[in-house]
């Protein structure tokens, strides 16, 4: 067996230690040619579109998933529509520490390179750009390696409170929508140099504040309401970003304290307050202080204002002759948004079943009986102001199932 495996290992390390083959390093000077592939420019660095290059652009669109196949010397082109004050997010499909990410260079309508926010991602996940107005934009993509095989395209808005991971960088919208002071907080109970950053795209911060403590960082700053603010976040490890004061969400707690108790008069300044709250992201409804107390105030003026629904009356309960079932009927009420039908085989009614009828009909046929006597009745009910309000349940009638 060694004469033979001496040998055989003798012939392995010279093929190893030998010259690549012609093909193999043409591939791996591809691999290199990729790495620092940059397309042609003019002598302003720029490169330009051509009307054939704009023609040819594949549509793309917020939510989508673009498969890419990058070649050596090569790029796409594609064509983004955007609204007015619309951030976005270009997510590489994998990034790798020398290769493997996407590079971005972003065009107006009329082909004119335009540099927006964060377009190199060196620093953060993601190119962010932002759109000053509503048009459609061209994006000339080109790749530092051939493992990338799609790049996606989210909102990059702040809405809601984010908890997601990092190994670097990460930034965020954010469109207030009134003026007055916000405070963000991000924490990070792994990564203790976690920071963040609020910077303007097209508006004013005063009285800008950071404070930074061990796993936790947070900033306050008067915002104008309508303008774009990008939120910067670095982290690396899993972080918590969250909205912890809103002036939009401290005008709706003023708005709900001012109502003080509920009142058969007050109704529609409980509506306004609602439709004040749901205007807000869900970040800044979180932010509320007083929000439970709105639903208080909710149900309290249901309660006062309720609707009175009438009780029913059962015109009969009738066996069928074949298969064990049963068919009820009643009078219907005015108003009423269904009907509940209680049965069982207790005359008091315990571990009945209820089945729920359509305010269409006024009967119901009850299925799988058994060779008992059963007991039935039924009552409406009605909604009002998201709430569900029952009648006094009919007199009980009785079949007997043979």
Same mark, same amino acid.
């Given at each position: 067996? /060694?004469?033979?495996?001496?040998?055989?290992?003798?012939?392995?390390?010279?093929?190893?230690?030998?010259?690549?083959?012609?093909?193999? /390093?043409?591939?791996?000077?591809?691999?290199?040619?990729?790495?620092?592939?940059?397309?042609?420019?003019?002598?302003?660095?720029?490169?330009?579109?051509?009307?054939?290059?704009?023609?040819?652009?594949?549509?793309? +669109?917020?939510?989508?998933?673009?498969?890419?196949?990058?070649?050596?010397?090569?790029?796409?082109?594609?064509?983004?529509?955007?609204?007015?004050?619309?951030?976005? /997010?270009?997510?590489?499909?994998?990034?790798?520490?020398?290769?493997?990410?996407?590079?971005?260079?972003?065009?107006?309508?009329?082909?004119?390179?335009?540099?927006?926010?964060?377009?190199?991602?060196?620093?953060?996940?993601?190119?962010?750009?932002? !759109?000053?107005?509503?048009?459609?934009?061209?994006?000339?993509?080109?790749?530092?390696?051939?493992?990338?095989?799609?790049? +996606? $395209?989210?909102?990059?808005?702040?809405?809601?409170? %984010?908890?997601?991971?990092?190994?670097?960088?990460?930034?965020?919208?954010?469109?207030?929508?009134? @003026?007055?002071?916000?405070?963000?907080?991000?924490?990070?109970?792994?990564?203790?140099?976690?920071?963040?950053?609020?910077?303007?795209?097209?508006?004013?911060?005063?009285?800008?504040?950071?404070?930074?403590?061990?796993?936790?960082?947070?900033?306050?700053?008067?915002?104008?309401?309508?303008?774009?603010?990008?939120? +910067?976040?670095?982290?690396?490890?899993?972080? @918590?970003?969250?909205?912890?004061?809103?002036?939009?969400?401290?005008?709706?707690?003023?708005?709900?304290?001012?109502?003080?108790?509920?009142?058969? !008069?007050?109704?529609?300044?409980?509506?306004?307050?609602?439709?004040?709250?749901?205007?807000?992201?869900?970040?800044?409804?979180?932010?509320?202080?007083?929000?439970?107390?709105? @639903?208080?105030?909710?149900?309290?003026?249901?309660?006062?204002?309720?609707?009175?629904?009438?009780?029913?009356?059962?015109?009969?309960?009738?066996?069928?002759?074949?298969?064990?079932?049963?068919?009820?009927?009643?009078?219907?009420?005015?108003?009423?948004?269904?009907?509940? %039908?209680?049965?069982?085989?207790?005359?008091?009614?315990?571990?009945?079943?209820?089945? @729920?009828?359509?305010?269409?009909?006024?009967?119901?046929? $009850?299925?799988?009986?058994?060779?008992?006597?059963?007991?039935?009745?039924?009552?409406?009910?009605?909604?009002?102001?998201?709430?569900?309000?029952?009648?006094?349940?009919?007199?009980?009638?009785?079949?007997?199932?043979?």
């Amino acid at each position: 067996m /060694r004469k033979y495996l001496f040998p055989l290992l003798g012939v392995l390390f010279l093929a190893v230690l030998a010259p690549m083959s012609v093909d193999a /390093r043409q591939a791996e000077d591809a691999k290199v040619d990729l790495f620092y592939y940059y397309p042609s420019t003019d002598e302003n660095d720029n490169y330009k579109l051509t009307a054939a290059e704009m023609a040819g652009a594949q549509a793309i +669109s917020v939510g989508s998933t673009v498969n890419v196949d990058f070649r050596v010397d090569d790029f796409k082109v594609y064509k983004l529509s955007l609204a007015a004050n619309q951030v976005v /997010r270009f997510n590489d499909a994998k990034n790798g520490e020398e290769q493997g990410w996407v590079s971005y260079c972003f065009y107006n309508s009329a082909g004119e390179r335009k540099y927006y926010y964060n377009e190199y991602t060196d620093d953060y996940d993601g190119a962010v750009i932002y !759109s000053d107005k509503a048009e459609t934009y061209y994006i000339l993509a080109y790749s530092n390696s051939s493992a990338v095989s799609y790049f +996606s $395209i989210t909102d990059a808005s702040f809405r809601e409170n %984010v908890t997601q991971k990092a190994n670097k960088g990460t930034q965020f919208a954010f469109v207030p929508s009134v @003026t007055g002071a916000y405070t963000f907080n991000v924490k990070d109970s792994n990564y203790k140099n976690v920071s963040m950053s609020i910077s303007a795209v097209n508006g004013e911060i005063t009285d800008y504040k950071e404070t930074e403590g061990k796993y936790t960082s947070s900033v306050s700053a008067n915002l104008t309401a309508g303008k774009t603010y990008i939120l +910067s976040v670095y982290s690396n490890g899993k972080y @918590t970003l969250t909205l912890t004061k809103s002036a939009a969400a401290d005008a709706v707690a003023a708005q709900i304290a001012r109502i003080g108790s509920a009142t058969t !008069s007050n109704g529609a300044a409980i509506d306004a307050a609602r439709a004040a709250f749901n205007a807000l992201t869900p970040a800044e409804q979180k932010a509320v202080s007083n929000a439970a107390t709105l @639903t208080a105030l909710e149900n309290q003026y249901a309660n006062l204002t309720k609707p009175s629904v009438a009780k029913v009356k059962i015109k009969k309960v009738k066996a069928a002759k074949k298969g064990k079932k049963a068919t009820v009927t009643w009078k219907k009420i005015s108003g009423a948004a269904g009907y509940q %039908v209680t049965y069982g085989t207790k005359k008091s009614l315990k571990k009945a079943k209820t089945v @729920t009828v359509n305010a269409s009909k006024s009967k119901a046929v $009850i299925r799988k009986l058994k060779n008992k006597k059963y007991y039935v009745r039924v009552r409406a009910f009605k909604t009002y102001r998201g709430q569900t309000f029952y009648g006094s349940y009919s007199k009980v009638k009785k079949v007997t199932i043979r």
